[in-house]
């Protein structure tokens, strides 16, 4: 990865990141943990490996990204506006009545979503179907499945990556978001999981792990995934739920929080306040 490109990707993280915590903040309550730890990701992605183009969301030659963590919508919406898909206003219509960004994503509401998801397994079949038609169509795009660690109770997940590794869809590539945490506990309270690494790889998929908070880390182990072509890919995210913010890195439960006491507001706010000062220096 270029200097630049790194540089370029590391604002747009910054910007995603304050732009995740002041919509929760706005609407007082949603999914942050798990918004967070995908930062670095969507900032890689949107910077520098994704065929995008804000202005024809639904552009054939796009590669398509299925977020089956759904509730993870706010990570996504701020780097969609970022980047131009819609107003930033939006961002503070989260979850309201009538609202084009709902708080697990919606295909038919958001211009860039690409597929309907929140209930968890069910992208990874979609992801499935989508790889495979464009495998069929000699289409030169990739599909981003991104999973979360918990999610991955869900069998319905080993079903599609049977699917995908078998049919050798190597225009798949599986991020992982190994943050350690779900809803209601951590992953190994709730159902440990082993070794997700050597996991994947006995299911067929050219596999790697690495620090998923590292935007640098994760699009050299992308370009190496693009250098595939014998395989599905999969690639193990390291990540901290609530990453970039210690308040809510180190909050027990920061799956979805609430912003009704001071202590969360002011550390939103401090938190907010030094992005924006971060994304200032960052365009100077
Ligand atoms: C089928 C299904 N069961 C339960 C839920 C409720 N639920 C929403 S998020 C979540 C935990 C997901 O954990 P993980 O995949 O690790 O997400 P992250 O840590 O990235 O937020 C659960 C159980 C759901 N959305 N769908
Ligand atoms: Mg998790």
Request: a negative charge.
């Amino acid at each position: 990865m270029k200097e630049e490109e790194l540089k370029e990707a590391t604002l747009l993280a910054a910007k995603v990141r304050r732009d995740v915590l002041a919509m929760l903040q706005h609407r007082g309550y949603g999914h942050v943990g798990g918004s967070l730890s995908l930062v670095e990701l969507m900032a890689d992605l949107y910077t520098k490996q994704l065929r995008h183009d804000p202005a024809n969301p639904r552009w054939e030659e796009r590669d398509r990204i299925v977020l089956s963590k759904g509730h993870a919508g706010p990570v996504e919406y701020s780097v969609l506006a970022e980047r131009g898909f819609f107003p930033k206003e939006w961002l503070m219509t989260l979850n309201d009545g009538g609202t084009r960004l709902p708080s697990h994503t919606d295909r038919l509401k958001t211009p860039g979503v690409d597929a309907t998801t929140g209930s968890l397994g069910q992208g990874t079949s979609e992801a499935a179907g989508i790889a495979m038609a464009l495998a069929l169509k000699g289409s030169a795009s990739y599909t981003y499945l991104i999973v979360g660690d918990g999610e991955l109770n869900e069998g319905q997940c080993w079903e599609a990556f049977q699917f995908i590794a078998a049919k050798r869809l190597s225009n798949c590539i599986v991020f992982i978001d190994s943050n350690k945490k779900q809803l209601d506990g951590t992953i190994e309270e709730v159902l440990p999981a082993f070794d997700y690494v050597e996991k994947m790889r006995a299911f067929g998929f050219n596999t790697q792990k690495v620090d998923g908070q590292d935007i640098a880390a994760i699009d050299g182990a992308i370009e190496a995934a693009k250098q595939n072509k014998s395989s599905a890919n999969c690639i193990v995210l390291d990540t901290i739920k609530g990453a970039g913010v210690p308040y809510f890195e180190n909050a027990a439960a920061n799956h979805s929080m609430k912003w009704n006491n001071e202590e969360i507001n002011k550390a939103t706010d401090e938190a907010i306040a030094a992005l924006d000062a971060q994304i200032e220096r960052g365009e100077a």
